[in-house]
């Protein structure tokens, strides 16, 4: 079945240290969705990238979407300790199946 | 606008027994996905309601099943509860099936099975 991977598990980066997850999935995606889950709380919605090779930038976070839309990256710059949280890709496969598969996630810590 | 609520906030059972689990969706929202988020993992998708029809499923056996109501809301229910059914269960709702838009959560119901 479909599986959607991130990498790395894990990031401690010092504050104004540039930061950087991967997510892989297994077959083609229609489109992928990114999340920010806060310690104790719950996902909460930051983007979606539909078209092959998209780029989309909220302040100092950039998404991009691959050309073969199976993969996907989260790249921030210059973090702050705000960014603390968990960071979900989650993708859906073609079709309208109403399945959007989510990574493991990778966790981040700033040190300020 | 109000958000998803879901309850209860959290749930002590015991293995055998039954569970149902209540998710209020955004106003304006017509979709609702359940997700299990076992401890340091990724919400895993349970299945989907659109329009009161099931619209997908997940890898999760028959005793767990749901419903979808006129109003939107929704409830899951689990059925001769496990251990490894403990968990955070999360109700996402959408506009949509949700390929133009993205899914709001609620806070999810802890559910602890003992």
């Known amino acids: 079945g479909q599986q959607v991977m991130q990498i790395p598990q894990y990031q401690h980066v010092q504050e104004g240290e540039d930061f950087t997850t991967y997510c892989n999935s297994s077959?083609?995606?229609?489109?992928i969705q990114w999340y920010k889950q806060r310690p104790g709380g719950h996902p909460v919605f930051l983007i979606q990238l539909v078209k092959s090779g998209e780029v989309k930038k909220q302040k100092r976070l950039t998404f991009q979407f691959g050309e073969a839309k199976k993969n996907s990256s989260l790249h921030i710059t210059a973090t702050q300790t705000t960014d603390v949280g968990t960071y979900f890709c989650?993708?859906?496969?073609?079709?309208?199946?109403?399945?959007?598969?989510f990574g493991q996630g990778t966790t981040l810590q700033v040190k300020p | 606008e109000t958000g998803v609520t879901q309850s209860p906030t959290h749930l002590i059972k015991t293995r055998g027994q039954q569970v149902t689990l209540r998710c209020s969706s955004q106003s304006g929202h017509n979709t609702v996905s359940w997700y299990q988020q076992a401890l340091g993992q990724g919400p895993q998708f349970i299945f989907q309601y659109y329009r009161e029809e099931e619209n997908g499923r997940g890898n999760f056996p028959p005793r767990f099943s749901g419903l979808q109501f006129p109003n939107y809301s929704s409830e899951l229910n689990v059925n001769a509860l496990e251990l490894d059914d403990s968990a955070l269960y999360l109700c996402?709702?959408?506009?949509?099936?949700?390929?133009?838009?993205?899914?709001?959560f609620g806070s999810g119901t802890r559910l602890t099975v003992v």
């Open positions: 077959t083609t995606l229609s489109n």
């Open positions: 989650a993708g859906r496969a073609p079709g309208n199946t109403g399945k959007l598969i």
């Open positions: 996402a709702s959408s506009i949509g099936t949700g390929n133009f838009y993205g899914y709001t």
